[in-house]
Structure formats: C-alpha cells, structure tokens
C-alpha cells in the first residue's frame, strides 16, 4: 500500500465520513469476546504492516501529541546530554490531563524522511502507536476509533476487520 498525501487526505476523508458507523461496529466488537478480538487485530496488524510503509506517511509524528512518562523524559535527555528539567522546559508543555507532551507538532524529533531522530529511545506512546497489536484491544478501542483517520494502517485493519468474522 503506497502512502502519499492524497492517501492521507482520502483516509481522513473517508473515516470522518464513517465515524458513526465504526462507533457502531466498535460497539459490537466490544461485546465479543476479548481473545478473538485480540487474535483478529493481531493477525490484521501484522497483515497490514507488512503492506505498510510508516516511513511513507509520518502523519502521526505530525498530528499526535504522545504522552510522556518520567521514564522517557529520562532517557531522551539522557540521549541529548541535557537535565530533564531543561528537556521539559525546552520540548514539552502540560496538556489539559495534566500529562507531559511535545509542545510543538509536527514532532522535533520527526526527520525530513519521517523518520524519528530518537527511534531507539523514542516515547512509550509512540514505541505503542497504533496499539493494534495488543492484547485486550477491548481497552484500546476508543483510541483506535480516533486514530483511523490519522493512521492508514489503522484505517486499513478496521476496514479488514469489518469483513470478518470475530
């Protein structure tokens, strides 16, 4: 699956278009049980990503703001060779949750190429993103049903996952 940014203007298109009927759909996968669920989004995700570029998109690194933990706040200034402090005060603000985010987006640390210039030592959140791999998708999928129109990959597994049978 090529990813231009025609792509990612008709995915957000196209997932706008159908939010009503994937909160419906969410609903009914949320009533299955959680082991087939986790199979079916397991056996999608790696289907996709193996058809899927993220270097191709970066939509993600430029529209998503992860939440940091104090464990990444250490590492990351860590790898810059500045004091956690200077780290926060320099990249990151508090959202409305009272939790630790980039301050700026698209993502400092996002490469012309999309790639991320801290891969190794990246945020929990984004070493996570999209979350489709997990186990109990059942307590990830509100933010599954937000990332569909951010994501192609996950617009691609939802779409799939509509067509079978859980």
């Known amino acids: 699956m090529e ?31 959680s082991g087939k669920v986790d199979e079916a989004f397991q056996n999608l ?6 058809e899927v570029n993220c ?25 810059l060779r500045i004091k956690a402090s200077e780290f926060e005060q320099k990249y990151l603000r508090m959202d ?5 985010v980039f301050s700026v987006m698209p993502c400092v640390f996002l490469a012309e190429d999309n ?24 307590k990830v999928l509100d933010i599954t049903l937000k990332n569909i129109p951010v994501c192609p990959a996950v617009f691609e597994i939802v779409e799939r996952l509509k067509k079978v049978k859980i």
């Open 96 to 100: 409305e949750d009272d939790d630790f």
């Open 45 to 50: 995700h790696e289907e996709v990503f193996a």
């Open 3 to 33: 990813i231009t940014k025609q792509t990612i203007a008709d995915i957000r298109t196209l997932a706008f278009k159908n939010k009503k009927e994937n909160a419906t759909f969410f609903r009914q996968v949320a009533a299955k049980p």
């Open 115 to 138: 790639s991320c210039k801290i891969y190794e030592d990246r945020p929990r959140a984004c070493r996570e993103y999209p979350h489709t791999d997990q186990r109990k998708m059942h």
């Open 55 to 79: 270097l191709e998109c970066g939509n993600c690194c430029k529209s998503l703001g992860p939440k940091l933990n104090s464990a990444d706040i250490r590492r990351i200034s860590g790898v």
